[in-house]
């Protein structure tokens, strides 16, 4: 079934490439070395019969080093090639976890060749076979769940890998977005283009934005394109952190305003209390609790005195007794 052989690169199928999963474009340095010694590992190529016009190999992997060929002027690749023609879902099964293992045991995959590696996989396999042989196809142990998210992310299309290498969108947000109807989640897929933030971020403005369009009896469609969403969205402004905090600090105040109201109440009377930097005096865990925490730092005698006086002159204070209820 395989065959080790020099193809010509005429012959070798230049539109279809089922079994790539690597995410690397350039190949500049590859270019570099295959000029000086030529093509050190052969490359894996499946022989599909072929007909006049498309030529006869599939490439398995050797992706890069073929067009690193093309750019020194070869014509002759020197390859491992598989025959289909005896028994054609054996050889596939081949072909898919050498494409996997060629690339995993060669260096670290990120997370969308991993991903596409589990969804050529998933052609042949079933993920619990992925899962046990994972530590021979993909050089380290994944679990069910890992799989799981990884075959979801592996059936994405290109924009969707590039957010994820560009870590604009996380594997978990992914897996979540899933569960909502397609256009809300291309619109979330949308807002994550516009602004850059964590993977928890990502899950607490998802899960904010549904909890409050259902808290408000509107749809998610109808909060995500109102004004004051889109006006945050697409402010013009080079700090996507500074986005990002306008975005969660409005969803926060909207999903909880009682909590809102009293985290800014409480401010105001710490203002007027005037305990400085030196003091802290912590509300109750979300103000849900009756238990207040009060500490402060001091280097010297003199600054726990000036401390002290503060705290015994604001024992007096109606202000803190409004505070603490």
């Known amino acids: 079934m395989i065959t080790d052989k020099s193809v010509g690169l005429s012959e070798i199928i230049q539109d279809d490439h089922p079994y790539r999963i690597t995410t690397a474009r350039s190949v500049d340095s590859l270019s570099r070395s295959v000029d000086l010694s030529g093509v050190l590992h052969p490359c894996i190529l499946l022989k599909e019969g072929g007909t006049e016009d498309r030529g006869g190999y599939v490439v398995v992997s050797g992706h890069l080093r073929i067009e ?45 060749e991993k991903a596409k590696g589990v969804a050529l996989l998933n052609r042949y396999m079933s993920l619990e076979e992925i899962v046990k042989d994972s530590p021979a196809l993909f050089n380290e142990r994944l679990n069910l769940r890992i799989a799981e998210n990884l075959l979801t992310l592996g059936r994405q299309p290109a924009n969707i890998h590039r957010m994820v290498l560009e870590s604009r969108l996380s594997i978990k947000t992914l897996a979540k977005l899933e569960t909502f109807d397609p256009d809300i989640r291309d619109r979330f897929i949308r807002l994550f283009q516009y602004i850059k933030m964590g993977q928890n971020k990502q899950l607490d403005v998802v899960v904010h934005i549904q909890e409050i369009a259902a808290r408000e009896d509107l749809s998610i469609a109808e909060f995500m394109d109102s004004e004051k969403v889109d006006s945050i969205v697409t402010m013009d402004h080079p700090d996507e952190n500074l986005k990002s905090a306008h975005l969660r600090n409005f969803l926060a105040e909207r999903r909880f305003p009682e909590k809102t109201k009293a985290r800014q109440e409480y401010r105001a009377a710490l203002k007027e209390l005037d305990f400085g ?46 505070l603490i209820k």
Request: with cysteine.
């Open 68 to 112: 690193a060929m093309k750019q020194t002027g070869g014509t002759l690749v020197p390859a491992r090639v598989v025959d289909a023609s005896q028994d054609r879902q054996a050889a596939l099964l081949h072909c898919a976890r050498a494409a996997v293992m060629d690339n995993a045991f060669s260096r670290p995959l990120d997370m969308v």
């Open 277 to 322: 930097n030196a003091i802290s005096l912590d509300p109750p865990r979300d103000f849900e609790g009756d238990t207040y925490r009060i500490s402060f730092d001091f280097k010297t005698a003199d600054e726990f005195n000036r401390a002290l006086d503060k705290l015994i002159r604001a024992r007096y204070s109606d202000r803190l007794r409004e």
